[in-house]
């Protein structure tokens, strides 16, 4: 009856998610039901042959205790640098700058050798082919959707540079949405560690379900673009050169020969470990910097949405001291009805309950049960409107004081948070891709919204498989 009621959730989300790509779709007539059929079997596919099948299991195991490996690694040299404020959280505490900011700056490195010694492309072009053979898509879409499972949504189109500027619109969304509905390697394994802990056996279950997730968001980036801006014959011909009035055979790997990784341009080994470590220094500075911000204005926000009956109030009546007193105190009964109703996690109607109020609906949809959908809507709100990085750590804060979420919630909030979508992204990648094709710039402004509302749906398809699978 459980996995019957879990299954009806799972459907019912992706239905909706579905629903929704459709009704925001640029050219529904164009819409290929084939390749959606194909590429949410590919979802399935993938995560049963991760979560369920043994010998796959296994190999993502040994990968999820590499990437956990990997926080080893840092903490030696951030313990080098930094001393025992780096381990010793019994006397220091968590200190995200110390535990996980320089995670992000040695993986950075790290992809960087991989990249250089040409093994991180073997295993992006295992997955393109799989996408462009399994799904019809063109060579640099495949690419670059398979390149941000593994690498960021500015350092992706970097593969395929030398074709971008000849993308057609429905390409160029494929490789946006792909941007927002996956994460960066570097920005991966600082994840596994804060919501992880110290704890290698949490590090573990995060890091394996954190690439899960990013893997099967690859194909579900896919069924969004290509719902929301389908592919049509005549733009495809026009780039590709295939004599063709069928989009599925103008751009199979055979007949599309674009199907190439841009080649690493590093002096040697050196140089690609210090432009690694660089950029990584660069996106710890950036990330630090945001959360510190945006923490801060949330909070602010949070202040001024709890005293906001107060101030209307106060507008409406004046100074008069008894009618204040009074409606001071309706304010505060108001608020603490809410704090009591919510089990303490919010302490009244702030920023943060408003955006719970308005994702709760998704979080339902997407199989959360329903005590913890106010929490896992506030950690969607928080990721849409801010960011991820935000999101995470308010997960992190809410897992380790006394509301934590129920299982299920916990592992479907950390498939649905596991992805750059959010407002930030679409100037992030107008102003990264333009940077390289200058030409499409006109088209990335025009389909930013749209990636947004793509990548944030493919997230929340993962999610409600995820619930599936618990």
């Known amino acids: 009856m459980t996995f019957a009621y879990d299954l009806f959730r799972c459907v019912l989300g992706l239905a909706v998610m579905i629903g929704v790509c459709y009704a925001f779709s640029r050219n529904r007539k164009a819409i290929d039901w084939r390749l959606v059929g194909i590429g949410l079997t590919m979802q399935f596919i993938l995560a049963i042959l991760i979560l369920k099948v043994k010998g796959v299991s296994i190999i993502f195991d040994y990968i999820a205790t590499g990437f956990r490996k990997t926080l080893e690694f840092t903490a030696a040299g951030s313990e080098f640098l930094f001393g025992s404020i780096v381990n010793d959280m019994d006397s220091f505490g968590y200190i995200f700058a110390f535990q996980v900011l320089p995670t992000v700056v040695f993986f950075s490195a790290l992809t960087a050798v991989l990249y250089y010694l040409g093994i991180l492309q073997k295993v992006v072009y295992g997955l ?39 993308m057609t619109r ?5 490789v946006m949405v792909g941007g927002m509905a996956t994460i960066a390697g570097s920005v991966f394994v600082a994840y596994v560690g804060f919501l992880g802990g110290s704890d290698p056996e949490m590090q573990q279950f995060f890091a394996k379900h954190l690439l899960t997730a990013s893997m099967i968001s690859a194909p579900a980036a896919i069924v969004c673009a290509k719902m929301l801006l389908p592919e049509t014959s005549e733009e495809l011909a026009a780039v590709t050169g295939a004599d063709s009035e069928d989009p599925h055979t103008a751009h199979t790997p055979q007949k599309d020969k674009r199907l190439e990784m841009a080649a690493d341009d590093s002096n040697n080994l050196l140089d690609a470990i210090s432009r690694g470590t ?41 100074a008069n001291s008894e009618v204040w007193d009074s409606a001071e105190a309706m304010g505060n009964t108001w608020n603490q009805t809410i704090a009591a109703a919510t089990g303490g996690r919010f302490e009244g109607f702030s920023f943060t309950y408003l955006l719970a109020l308005c994702f709760a609906p998704v979080a339902w949809i997407i199989g959360v049960p329903g005590q913890d959908i106010t929490v896992v809507g506030q950690l969607l709100g928080l990721k849409t409107v801010i960011n991820e990085f935000v999101a995470y750590d308010t997960f992190r804060v809410v897992q380790e004081s006394g509301g934590r979420l129920s299982p299920k919630a916990t592992l479907i909030a950390a498939y649905a948070l596991c992805g750059f979508a959010n407002f930030a992204s679409i100037g992030i990648q107008v102003g990264g891709i333009s940077a390289i094709a200058p030409g499409q710039r006109k088209n990335l402004t025009d389909l930013g919204m749209i990636a947004l509302l793509g990548g944030t749906i493919a997230c929340l398809m993962t999610g409600a498989i995820a619930g599936l699978f618990y």
């Open 128 to 166: 393109a082919w799989l996408l462009s053979k399994a799904m019809g898509l063109s060579g640099p879409e495949s690419l670059a959707v398979a390149a941000n499972v593994f690498i960021g949504q500015t350092e992706a189109p970097l593969v395929v540079k030398p074709y971008l500027e000849k």
């Open 278 to 318: 660089t950029d990584g220094l660069k996106l710890a500075v950036n990330v630090g910097a945001m959360l510190l911000v945006f923490t801060a204005l949330i909070f602010m926000l949070n202040e001024i949405f709890l005293g906001v009956t107060d101030i209307v109030n106060w507008l409406a009546m004046g």
């Open 170 to 174: 429905s390409e160029l969304l494929s």
